[in-house]
């Protein structure tokens, strides 16, 4: 099947992030008695949730730096969990705060996205790092969509001048992603759900970003011979009695007609605890007026 197809091992890729990480946390510590911390925020029991954040926490700490966990009932009001956000803001030994989504319903996650310290904000979902990433400027960027970028960029090198098309338009993937390509010079289509002839759209794209959601949507006779595809998306489907994992790419056909495919799972997954670890870094690094790892973040090409 996969004859001229290269597979992107995500997990490898990770876990040389993760390393690349841990030799900066180590020489902060050493350099500068600095651990950066990281501060997770989880209300209510939703399982998927609760394993996101256990992992989040595990990495957090082979890492070298400083977790903290704040788990909250489901019961908790809008006031409660802002008063927690400030608490954090002021706290200096915690460089990263991240709100794990979604909030119970009776929660207003704008609100409370929007009260984190920008500059604390790694999940890069802050208005404010919205706004600098679609002016381009130095900002903290959202960890799927970094993580995506960085297996571009190692895969492609310069990126300036291909076709990307990035199908879904989410504010945690789709419009940072494309804003992310539009800063390596790429021409950037952005496709969704209402988009007229998908696959002729998604036939231009030498670069390929999934992000919509849906099942093995994307088939292999939408893709150009010799793309890059990124498959962002993670769907269960049930398969018999059991359940499997795959993503918005139906990998079999589109791994014959791709130059190089990311798997689900070991894809893009790993790639975003390990982009969070980053910006963890990137922000310590920042609030002590040090320079930041050109290693680690989206500006490499400026530095
Ligand atoms: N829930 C699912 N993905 C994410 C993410 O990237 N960040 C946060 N905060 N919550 C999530």
Same mark, same amino acid.
């Given at each position: 099947?996969?004859?001229?197809?290269?597979?992107?091992?995500?997990?490898?890729?990770?876990? !040389?992030?993760?390393?690349?990480?841990?030799?900066?946390?180590?020489?902060?510590?050493?350099?500068?008695?600095?651990?950066?911390?990281?501060?997770?925020?989880?209300?209510?029991?939703?399982?998927?949730?609760?394993?996101?954040?256990? &992992?989040?926490?595990?990495?957090?700490?082979?890492?070298?730096?400083?977790?903290?966990?704040?788990?909250?009932?489901?019961?908790?009001?809008?006031?409660?969990?802002?008063?927690?956000?400030?608490?954090?803001?002021?706290?200096?030994?915690?460089?990263?705060?991240?709100?794990q989504l979604p909030l119970p319903a009776h929660l207003d996650a704008g609100a409370v996205i929007n009260a984190i310290d920008p500059s604390k904000d790694v999940?890069?979902?802050?208005?404010?790092n919205v706004g600098l990433l679609a002016t381009g400027q130095k900002s903290m960027v959202p960890c799927t969509?970094?993580?995506?970028?960085?297996?571009?960029?190692?895969?492609? /090198? !310069?990126?300036?001048?291909?076709?990307?098309?990035? @199908?879904?338009?989410?504010?945690?993937?789709?419009?940072?992603?494309?804003?992310?390509?539009? /800063?390596?010079?790429?021409?950037?289509?952005?496709?969704?759900? %209402?988009?007229?002839?998908?696959?002729? @759209?998604?036939?231009?794209?030498?670069?390929? @970003?999934?992000?919509?959601?849906?099942?093995?949507?994307?088939?292999? !006779?939408?893709?150009?011979?010799?793309?890059?595809?990124?498959?962002?998306?993670? &769907?269960?489907?049930?398969?018999?009695? %059991?359940?499997?994992?795959?993503?918005?790419?139906?990998?079999?056909?589109?791994?014959?007609?791709?130059?190089?495919?990311?798997?689900?799972?070991? /894809?893009?997954?790993?790639?975003?605890?390990?982009?969070?670890?980053? &910006?963890?870094?990137?922000?310590?690094?920042?609030? &002590?007026?040090?320079?930041?790892?050109?290693?680690?973040?989206?500006?490499?090409? !400026?530095?």
């Amino acid at each position: 099947m996969q004859d001229c197809t290269s597979v992107i091992d995500g997990k490898a890729f990770a876990a !040389d992030l993760r390393r690349r990480v841990a030799t900066h946390v180590a020489r902060l510590k050493a350099d500068h008695d600095i651990t950066p911390g990281l501060a997770v925020v989880l209300v209510g029991a939703d399982p998927a949730s609760e394993v996101y954040v256990r &992992n989040k926490g595990i990495q957090t700490r082979e890492a070298g730096m400083t977790g903290f966990e704040h788990r909250l009932p489901d019961t908790t009001s809008q006031d409660d969990l802002m008063a927690l956000i400030a608490q954090l803001n002021a706290d200096a030994a915690v460089h990263g705060i991240l709100v794990q989504l979604p909030l119970p319903a009776h929660l207003d996650a704008g609100a409370v996205i929007n009260a984190i310290d920008p500059s604390k904000d790694v999940d890069g979902f802050h208005v404010l790092n919205v706004g600098l990433l679609a002016t381009g400027q130095k900002s903290m960027v959202p960890c799927t969509p970094l993580g995506c970028l960085l297996m571009l960029r190692d895969r492609l /090198g !310069d990126l300036s001048g291909l076709n990307a098309v990035v @199908v879904g338009r989410s504010n945690i993937v789709g419009k940072p992603m494309a804003q992310l390509l539009l /800063g390596e010079s790429c021409t950037v289509t952005i496709a969704h759900s %209402r988009t007229r002839d998908l696959p002729a @759209v998604c036939r231009s794209a030498d670069i390929l @970003v999934a992000a919509v959601g849906r099942p093995r949507m994307i088939q292999g !006779d939408w893709i150009k011979p010799g793309a890059t595809v990124i498959d962002v998306g993670i &769907n269960r489907i049930s398969d018999g009695d %059991r359940t499997r994992l795959v993503g918005d790419v139906d990998f079999d056909t589109a791994a014959r007609v791709a130059g190089a495919i990311t798997p689900v799972p070991g /894809g893009v997954g790993p790639m975003t605890i390990a982009c969070l670890l980053a &910006n963890t870094v990137t922000a310590c690094c920042r609030a &002590n007026g040090l320079p930041e790892p050109a290693d680690l973040t989206a500006s490499q090409r !400026d530095a």
